[in-house]
């Protein structure tokens, strides 16, 4: 072949028509991530539904919040304070804390994520536990870092096992007190004990999204080891307790260095006017806070009781949802109940990408939600 012929064979264009087409690349490990799945939102029956997956409040939000998002809607042409200074300042002297170590985000998941990209890059490792908030995985792989999962105890957090799973890659480590979907928590000398392990470089993410719900002497949400600590964050939310989910509101407490940096990366308006003005009034409304906190003390004992007495184990919970794991029957495990339950207008949660495959999370819901949830799983088991 001739040169002339090489370069027409280079040139051929049916070689260059089933040459592939050149596409947008992601970073390594994003297309690794599983997507995440919300709980469902509506029963497969044609009666009334009980929303009981995704751990709303069964009361609502406070009627001071509402008046003051509704107060927003006249305004919408503004920016909202990029600072969301009056949400800080709210939380600063709720919880005794410095309002400039507080930066507030769409969502403690947003809190997350930046944490996450502040502090992690390729080759660097995460740390969380077995059944932690699927968000945490997310975030690690998003950033181009490694995963790396503990084993939990009694489906509790282990603290020695996260201490062996430190490394010089190791930047991060993710910890929900309490835990979602176990409801379980460790007490905070277990916590002061995995910080004292930990290096100095390593960031101690303390998730307290239940924390309102958690009524134990042994318990605290991490205020104090952030305030003496350079290490340790301590991320909250308006999602849960006070009712607000759908206005996405999240914070953090943090040292100055760290909360420097997220400020650095956060994005300039990233919590909307609306949602400040409603964080505003629902921190302030102390007894709407208290009734919702009533509420899950009357039921959560009265649900449990109930599904024990229907022969089911029950974790034990701190939070306004409960951890429920089924026989390993054929027609009875927790795949059975769930389709049954939504069938009759029950929808609870799956936790199979939890590692939890026969059970279910059941978020307390009102008196009639409660009942309805038990009346279908009676009806159940009696099939």
């Known amino acids: ?114 944490l996450a990209r502040a502090y992690l890059a390729d080759g660097d490792e995460a740390i969380y536990p077995e059944h932690g908030f699927l968000v945490y995985p997310i975030a690690i792989k998003a950033c181009g870092a490694t995963p790396v999962v503990v084993p939990e105890k009694n489906l509790t957090v282990d603290v020695d096992a996260i201490l062996a799973a430190v490394n010089e890659r190791t930047k991060l480590v993710f910890l929900a007190n309490p835990s979602n979907p176990t409801g379980t928590y460790l007490p905070f000398d277990e916590i002061r004990r995995l910080h004292a392990g930990l290096p100095g470089n390593v960031v101690l993410v303390l998730d307290a999204a239940y924390a309102e719900y958690c009524r134990r002497n042994d318990y605290a949400a991490g205020i104090e080891l952030v305030t003496e600590s350079e290490n340790v964050v301590m991320a909250r939310t308006f999602s849960k307790v006070y009712g607000l989910a759908a206005l996405r509101i999240g914070w953090c407490y943090g040292p100055e260095g760290i909360i420097d940096v997220m400020n650095r990366i956060r994005g300039p308006f990233n919590v909307s006017a609306a949602a400040i003005a409603a964080g505003v009034a629902a921190a302030e409304d102390r007894d709407f806070l208290d009734s919702a906190i009533a509420h899950n003390e009357r039921w959560l004992p009265w649900v449990t009781k109930e599904m024990e007495a229907l022969g089911l184990t029950v974790t034990p919970s701190v939070c306004n949802f409960i951890l429920i794991h089924f026989p390993d029957v054929p027609g009875k495990r927790a795949a059975d109940a769930d389709a049954f339950l939504l069938e009759r207008g029950c929808v609870l949660r799956r936790v199979d990408n939890y590692g939890l495959p026969n059970a279910l999370r059941m978020t307390i819901g009102t008196k009639e939600a409660n009942h309805a949830v038990i009346a279908a799983l009676k009806d159940f088991f009696a099939g």
């Open 1 to 114: 072949m001739t040169s002339s012929d090489t370069l027409s064979a280079q040139a051929d264009p049916a070689d260059q028509a089933e040459a592939a087409p050149l596409r947008p690349t992601p970073r390594p490990g994003v297309l690794d991530i599983a997507a995440y799945v919300p709980g469902k939102h509506k029963g497969t029956g044609t009666g009334q539904t009980f929303k009981l997956s995704s751990n709303e409040t069964p009361l609502g939000a406070s009627p001071n919040a509402i008046a003051a998002y509704t107060r927003e809607a006249g305004h919408l042409e503004l920016y909202p304070d990029g600072t969301a200074s009056a949400l800080r300042e709210t939380l600063g002297r709720m919880h005794g804390i410095d309002p400039d170590r507080i930066v507030c985000g769409a969502g403690s998941d947003e809190i997350l994520n930046m």
